[in-house]
């Protein structure tokens, strides 16, 4: 009888660190008016079809495919649509901007994007996104990459 | 007694045969992490569920759910939300040939994208309505898609039939197939419907005698002979005669 208390004390002290499936991570994401750059990695890890471990690690597995490399942000950096743009256009290997080709710099990263059709032109690699626009960038280039309309 | 008996009777009939028939919303197929909310609480989205008007479906990346409502079939594509606001049917009283028998569907779609095939009979009065935050689309016709996202705003794709999209302001387009209503946030009025196909259009045209492999480089395309001359006045007042093939998919 104990031993059943135990278990089950200890499943729902660990519950809220299990992984969270990629529909709750969403639906918390779009109620957040400020996306993070830590919110951009586990996005990123459900795009690639992998579970989140936690940022360092997470972090590390995006850098190894060439996604956040040279990127030394904290998890709760406030998102810039610069950053993502960048991680996006590596993820995308987009090469429709030949200054993105030649300096790979967030501003000319957002320019491809535009180019590719995942962002629109009337921002700028400065502003900060929300969960909800978070969501529509990801949401639009998983549709250019799947030959979506 | 009897008359009162009799008058309650046909009272009721009256009152049924206008009542709403809640019809049924039942979920097809589900791909990856679905959810749906009717209380207070997310739960997991499973296979021949049924929904009531209210609930909210969401789906997480990569993931997608189909769902029928009555004959309508409703394709929720991947990071998208969205909530049945209502669905009902109703039903024509034989009495009264004015009252006419018919569905109304109302969907809210708060992010993402769904495929609509509605399901049309011409006997019966269907109507069906997606509504984002700038905008409303009302099907007429039977297959559209919807999008919605806070920076490039709603997007209704026409597939088969004849759709009217609608923004807050009342500003309305009705859409064929082929047509894209197109409604940025913050804009009074719709994008123009043929922008798309305009846009396209014009990377298109050559000037006579263009060689395949001068098309195919894209080397005199009208935007490189426009930029090539020596400023815009010049290339717009000179006259030439040209000869000009149009066609037309519609």
Known sequence: MKRTIFIIALILICAPLMPQDSVTFINALGEKETATYGDAVTIFIYVANKTPRGFSQDVGVLRDAGISSGMEYTADRPLRRGIVARMVARHMNLKGSLMYMIFGTERYAYTACVEGGVMDPNGSEWDVLSGEELIEVISRMTNVLGGDQ | ?250
């Open chain 2, 1 to 250: 007694m009897k008359d009162m008996m009799a008058l309650l009777i046909m009272a009721g009939f009256i009152f049924v045969s206008y009542l709403p028939l809640s019809a049924e919303i039942k979920v097809l197929s589900v791909k990856g992490s679905v959810a749906y909310k009717s209380a207070q609480k997310w739960e997991p989205l499973k296979v021949m569920m049924r929904l009531n008007p209210g609930t909210k479906v969401s789906t997480g990346v990569a993931s997608s759910a189909v769902i029928q409502i009555d004959k309508h079939t409703i394709t929720i594509d991947p990071m998208t939300m969205i909530k049945i606001y209502e669905h009902k049917e109703m039903v024509k009283r034989a009495a009264d040939k004015e009252a006419g028998s018919g569905t109304m569907t109302k969907l809210g779609l708060k992010r993402g994208s769904i495929s609509a095939k509605i399901f049309r009979d011409k006997r019966v009065k269907t109507e069906f309505q997606v509504a984002s935050p700038v905008a409303t689309s009302s099907v007429r016709g039977t297959w559209e898609k919807n999008s919605y996202g806070p920076s490039k705003g709603h997007v209704v794709i026409v597939k088969e039939g004849l759709v009217q999209g609608e923004n807050k302001n009342g500003s309305s387009k009705y859409l064929q197939p082929g047509m894209v209503f197109h409604q940025q946030p913050g804009n009074s009025d719709p994008e123009p419907l043929l922008a798309d196909i305009r846009e396209k259009g014009i990377t298109s045209v050559f000037v006579k005698d263009t060689t395949t492999d001068e098309k195919n480089s894209r080397g005199l395309s009208s935007e490189e002979f426009v930029d090539n001359s020596e400023s815009p006045d010049e290339f717009l007042d000179s006259k030439i005669n040209s000869n000009v093939s149009l066609f037309i998919i519609w």
